[in-house]
Every structure is written in structure tokens, then in C-alpha cells.
């Protein structure tokens, strides 16, 4: 742009207020604080779950008992009466804490993938965001602590409606919790660096049918993968539900191989959000600040 | 002084959106920059606004770095940018209360200064509405009701449809308004348009 399409129209205003002490001032502002930031952002998230959380929190009760009924008097009753159960388990006893993996998996990908392109996309509320004294980082830290809300509220919905209708053997049940946040996360994070990759939603398809279906099917939440054929057990260990799964699992029912491969599937799950951090941070950057 | 640009730059890959630009506004001016399409008018605006980085040259916005101090220009900015950027599916009042926090204003700080706005960009019997259904025109007031929660020391606007003119001289939303109204904003501010 050259200088001579530069135009300054008349002053119109006076010089403002000045002293007034505090932020709502227009002198030099007291920076607002990590934690302020971040409640700030949080307060965004919350202030749209407001609006939606009637039409969510259905959602949160209906599947777990769809499962239930499903897995637990259908599938369960057969495999049962046919097999003897699972390891010394009743199928719904088997199935039901790594359902409770499998759910975050999915409430995660709900959170993670339209929800974030449209903040970059539709309504812009991350560029609107980041017109103010926030930072890239503390939008990423909000939205992902709203998505922690979101799972711990559909994991607790999951497992006490589980745990009424008999499908926990014990109160080890409450680690389902923890752990399908944990597990939840593990896909979030690293779904909203994949989002902040993409310029449209095409690549959701794929996401969906060639990565989150199969891992459902794939990562023991309905059969031991040991089931599976030698060369594919491999995919399951490099997958965050299959450790969700197993995690889960054992911490409900008190079948544990043992406590090192407990420690090894926490680790894996951490390693899967730390990275994701890595990158969704920087690719946020790429996409926010250009 | 408020901006002061000597040899901006900005330059995505090989193509150069401005080219060594120098500027300078002061205090009480409104200061517009006027160009054809692809002038490069936007990129400066973001520059100044302090999310987008200047390629090369001296930027400083109230004499500081938006490189190095960037969020704490932004708390001294009221920016309003070119898409409305709006949440639609909230209320009027909501968006501007969300907007406040984010500011480091308090509840009451929030509720206080969008009270006035609203009043000031005639969106008040409008407070407790989605936005989605409202007029164009009602969401842009409402955005630049919005660039000015935290009392701004300047307000970058983008897309001067705002300007002060003969019709719109007694309002600082001049045109956006509809005719025949004069409100003061409760705290004025500099204009800087792009």
C-alpha cells in the first residue's frame, strides 16, 4: 500500500478520561493472570453449554443404557450361556468398564472435531478471542479443560447409570471415571491439532471410518485382541482406547496382568496428550496468528 | 503518539500484502486508510491490531512492541474486525458480557459498561435476543458496541462503514444508525479505520 492512499480525517474526539485507576480504564492495564485468561475462555465454553447441555445430557443417559440392553441382555446373555463368560467374567461385566473407555473416545470426538472447526471457521470465536489481551495458549488450555468438563459429566452419567442396572462388579467401578478422562483426552488433543490442520471438514469422514470405528472394534473393548490375528495386535497398542480399554478394564473388575503394565498403558495415554498438546499448540499458531 | 509504522512490512510466502509502509497517528485523531482492493488495507489493520506479526520493519502501538507485548496492547485496543465474528446462537447482552471477562473486566465492570453500550448502539430492547435473527446492520453495531467494552485507548475498525459524515456526525455510529438519533458514547474514544 503506498503512503498516498493514507488519509487522516478530522479529529473528533479529545484525549479520554485518563486517571481512572483499573482495567475498564484507558491507561496502562494490570495484566490479567494465567488463571484469569483461562476462566475467561472457560467462562465462553460454559456460557454456550447453557444453552445446549438439555439436548447433550439426554444423549449422556440414553447410551449407556442402550449398551446395557444391548451388550448386557443381548450379546451378554448369549455369550454367557454359550462360553461361560470371559476370562471368569460375565460379558457385561467384561464389556461394560471398556465401554466406558470406548464412550470418551466418542464424546471426545464429538468435542474435538466440528465443535473446533467451527470456532476457527463458522463463528470465528478464536480470531475473536485472540483480539483481546488473550493468547493462543490460553484458548487451547480453556477449550480442553471444557472438554475434561464435558467427559467427567458423560464418564460419571455412564458409570452410575451402568453401575444401577448391575454392570460393575465392585466399587473399583469409580476409576472408570479418571481413566476415561484420561483416555477421552488422549483423542481430544490430538484431534484438535489434526482440526487446526484442516480447512474443511472432508477429512472427518475418513477420521471416523478408518480410525475411530475400527478402534471400537478393534482395541478388546468387545473380545480380548488376543483374539485377533498376531500381525494386528500391534495397532492396538499403538492406539490410545486399546490402553483406555485395558486400563479401565482392570481397574473395575481386579483383573490386572500386572501393576507395570497398569503404569505402561497411564504413560501411553499421557504420552498421547502431551504430544497432541505439542502440536495443537503450534498448529493453532499457524492457523490463529498468520 | 498512538501508532507509529516506519518500512511495515507483510509478506505471505512470495506475495507482498504491504510494502514498507510508515505511519504515524496521534492521540485525538480518527485516521482512516483508504485504497483499492487488495491495497493491503487489512493486513495493516491486523498488524496494528496485533494478531498478525509484522514480516519486517518498526511497529509500535502506544510506543510498545506488539511483538513482545502484544496482549497488553490488545487490553488498550477495541477492535472491530471486518466479519462480525459473533456468537449468534447467544444473546446480544451475552456477547458482550463474554467479551468483558476476556479483558480482565469483573462481572459487574461487564454488565455496567454493556448496559451503556447497548443503550449506546440502540440494541437495548434487543438485550435478551439471539443474535442469529437480528438485521446486519444490528449485528455490526453490536460488534462495535463490543470493540469498546474495555473503554479502549483507540478502536481499530476494518470496513469503513461507519465514518463520521454530515449525516452521521452526532452519533459516532453515524450511518449504522438509524436516522434522526444522537447518543454520545459514555467514553470517547480515537478512531483508527481500515
Known sequence: MSSSTVQSTATTTAPGGGGRAGRGGHGIREPLSWPERIRAVVGYFLTVYRRTWRGSIIGRFASPLFFLLAMGLGLGSLVDATAGGVGGLSYLHFVVPAIVATQSMWVAMGESTYQVMGYFKWNKMYAAMLATPLRVADILTGHLLTVVFHLATATTIFVAVAAEFGGFAGWGALWCIPIGVLTGLAFAVPVFAYTASQQTEDGYNILFRMVVSPLMLFSGTFFPIAQLPVWLQPIAWATPLWHGVELARGAATGVVSSPVAAWVHVAALLAFVGIGWVLALRLFTRRLVA | ?194
Open chain 2, 1 to 194: 503518539m498512538l501508532v507509529s509504522a516506519r518500512g511495515l512490512t507483510k509478506t505471505f510466502g512470495d506475495f507482498v500484502a504491504v510494502d514498507g509502509i510508515d505511519v504515524e497517528v496521534r492521540r485525538g485523531e480518527a485516521f482512516g486508510f483508504l485504497g483499492p482492493n487488495g491495497a493491503g488495507k487489512s493486513s495493516t489493520m491486523r498488524m496494528i491490531g496485533c494478531v498478525s506479526p509484522a514480516t519486517g520493519g518498526e511497529l509500535r502501538i502506544f510506543g510498545q512492541d506488539p511483538a513482545v507485548d502484544g496482549p497488553a496492547i490488545r487490553a488498550r485496543l477495541g477492535s472491530c474486525p471486518q466479519a462480525d465474528m459473533l456468537d449468534e446462537e447467544l444473546t446480544v447482552q451475552e456477547n458482550l458480557w463474554i467479551y468483558g471477562r476476556y479483558f480482565g473486566l469483573t462481572k459487574a465492570q461487564t454488565r455496567k459498561r454493556a448496559t451503556e453500550l447497548l443503550d449506546f448502539a440502540q440494541l437495548t430492547d434487543r438485550r435478551g435476543d439471539k443474535v442469529e435473527p437480528l438485521s446486519g446492520g444490528m449485528k455490526r453495531r453490536l460488534t462495535i458496541a463490543r470493540s469498546l467494552i474495555n473503554n479502549p485507548r483507540t478502536a481499530p475498525a476494518r470496513r469503513a462503514d461507519h465514518r463520521p459524515g454530515p449525516a452521521g456526525a452526532a452519533h459516532p455510529l453515524g450511518p449504522a444508525l438509524p436516522a434522526q438519533t444522537s447518543r454520545r458514547d459514555p467514553h470517547h474514544h480515537d478512531a483508527l479505520h481500515g
